[in-house]
C-alpha cells in the first residue's frame, strides 16, 4: 500500500512539473537588448500587461565644429617690447608708450617772443622753441613736482653731451630722511639721471635736461628742473646756443 502511494506521487509531481514548464516557455516574454551595446542583455519578466523596459545611457551628441571654424587657441601672455633708445641702442628706454601729444611736432604759436626763444608751458607739460611764421616745435617734458614749481627768465649759460651730476647737499638730505641715499656724483653715462644732454640756466641750480625715465615725461615729479626725453633734448640741444633766452612760466 505505502509504495502504491509513493508511486502515485511521483507520477502526479512529474505531470504537475511538466505543466507548468509548458506554461512558463509558452508565456515567456521576449529577450530585449538594449541599443547600448555596451549594457548586458536583459531578461524581461512578467505577464503580458508589462511592457519590456530597455535599458541605455542617456546618448550624448558631440559638439560639432565646422569645417572652416577657427579654432581658438590659449596661449600664455606675452610681455609687450619695449622701445630702445635712438641715443643708445640696447639701453630699454620707456616702459610704457608716451602719449601721442609729448612727442616733438610742429605747431602753430602766437607769441611776441623772437624765433630762438625757448618758452616753457609748466602747467600743461609743454617747450616750445619759437619759430618763423608763427609756428614752434614743441616737446612733451617733465617738470618741478608741487613746492618745486618755478617761473623766470634765464639765458643758456652752458651746455654739455652726456653730463655728470652733482646732486646739492639739501637733495642729497632730503632724500636721506626718505631713506634714499643718493650719490655725492655720478659720472655721465645711460644711468645719469642727467640724461643724454643739459643746458644749464644762468646761476640757479636748474637745467633743461635728458632723463633715464622717459616714461615720467608729461608729469610734475622733478626738483625744478625741466626734463626731455633723451630723444627730443638731442634733438633741441643741436638747435639752440649758449645764450638763448628761456622763458618759464
Known sequence: MMKQLVLAAALFGAFSTSTLADD????????????DLTAPWINQLGGGTVRPVVYQRPVVQPQQRGLFQRRIIRQAPQPAPQTV?????????????????????????DTQEKPGTIVIDTNNRFLYLVMDGGKA?????GVGKPGFEWA???????????????P???MISREAAKGHYLPARMDGGPE??????AMYLGSTL????????PWSIGSAVSSGCIRLRNEDVVDLYDRVSVGTRVIVM
Open 137 to 141: 616745435r614743441r616737446y612733451g617734458v
Open 192 to 197: 645719469n639721471p642727467l640724461g643724454a644732454r
Open 206 to 213: 636748474y637745467r633743461i635736461h635728458g632723463t633715464n625715465a
Open 85 to 109: 633708445s635712438a641715443i643708445n641702442p640696447g639701453i630699454p628706454s620707456i616702459r610704457h608708450p608716451i602719449e601721442p601729444q609729448f612727442l616733438p611736432q610742429m605747431v602753430d604759436y
Open 168 to 170: 646739492p647737499s639739501e
Open 24 to 35: 512558463r516557455y509558452a508565456t515567456r516574454p521576449p529577450v530585449v537588448l538594449s541599443p
Open 152 to 166: 623766470g627768465a634765464h639765458k643758456i649759460t652752458r651746455k654739455q653731451e652726456w653730463p655728470d651730476w652733482t
